[in-house]
């Protein structure tokens, strides 16, 4: 061997062990909120092993590096009795049918991932996973054996409620316009005997509680009721921008008290303060679906059609979204107010997330070298990106099992 790479050898191997280790992996990323429309998997164009419209399919998973996400079991929110809860139940269902035909068409790119070593196995494995996550327990038609059938399904995490009061909780977009009490009014009761049957079964089943769109009053209750830590999937911080889905810096700390997790969220509405875009954004939809021959705008029908696309690129012009600047700020500020291992990420993608500079999944890395140029340290965006809603996924599991 030649004298240079002997002295070289000599040199690594007196290195304390530590300091001559292989670097570490770079660190698992986490999408905690990716919508899917109701014809997922089964319309050609959201076939996501292909080019799709969708902000998020497997080959933008794949460019961007992202290496996972909670898919969302969504429902809209209707009436409390029997035909709003069988349509609710119903629309579901059609959504775990779609992740799983995902699955089973493309298991050699993306697998399910029901705990965190699955998850953390198949980024070994060089494969994407597929999480589930539920917006809107009014899926569950009001009957709790439903939670276990939804685990069973692979469901990790429970969402309480949308925009509108079901019936475990009130919303913090309560429909005032329909006769709901505002937010914090003496009408706000907070959650239900059934939402708190709802926590404690989740709870038993290792199941995540997810607070975002809850009602202030809604999350008080469920940190009082959960015996285990709590997530927000996909919310922000009002002490920045003071919208209601934005969490209060006093809850940000009583979540991260109690060891959860709040999954800062890309969504311009929650990032920047313009009713400009806004009323230009319903004025476009109100004339895509007219003529498209509908008397409503539905995004699930109107948003990938080529109006739609060609409207919003001169509202973009217009009214610029919010950049990762913007989202890194309000990032910098829950980290301050609740700490480094209480932050995470989640995009509401094909939800109405996506803000400029992560305007899809494939421009996932550009969340992380905004992250560094923000002065987080590589160990603090391991955190971020995935390692404390690992952790808080871990003690809800850990907590189950007592």
Known sequence: MHRTALLALALTLALPAAARQVPADPPITIDTHVDIPFTYMREPRFDVGKDTPLLVDLGKMERGGLNAAFFVIWVPQHKLDAAGYAKAVDQAEGKYEAIGRMLMTYPDRIRLA??????????????????????????????????????????????????????????????????????????DHGMTDFGRAVVARANALGMMVDVSHASDACVRDALAVSKAPLIASHSGARAVLDHPRNL??????????????????????????????????????????????????????????????????????????PTLDDYVRQIRHMVDVAGIDHVGIASDFDGGGGITGWKDASETRNVTAALRRAGFSDADIAKIWGGNLLRVWREVERDAGR
């Open 114 to 187: 029901a705990s965190p070593e699955q998850a953390l196995a198949n980024r070994k494995a060089g494969l994407l996973s597929a999480m589930i996550g539920i917006e809107n327990a009014y899926s569950l038609g009001h009957d709790l054996h439903r939670l276990d059938a939804a685990y069973d399904r692979g469901a990790r995490y429970v969402g309480l409620v949308h925009v509108g009061n079901n019936d475990l909780c009130t919303s913090s977009l309560p429909d005032t316009d329909h006769g709901e009490p505002a937010m914090n009014s003496p009408g």
């Open 248 to 321: 209060p810096d006093d809850l940000l700390r009583a979540i991260a008290a109690r060891g959860g997790v709040i999954q800062a969220v890309a969504y311009k509405e929650f990032l920047k303060k313009d009713p400009g875009r806004e009323a230009a954004e319903k004025k476009l939809q109100a004339e895509v679906a007219r003529e498209a021959g509908d008397r409503e705008y539905d995004s699930d029908k109107h948003d990938y059609l080529p109006a739609m696309a060609a409207g919003m690129a001169k509202i973009q012009q217009q009214f610029p979204l």
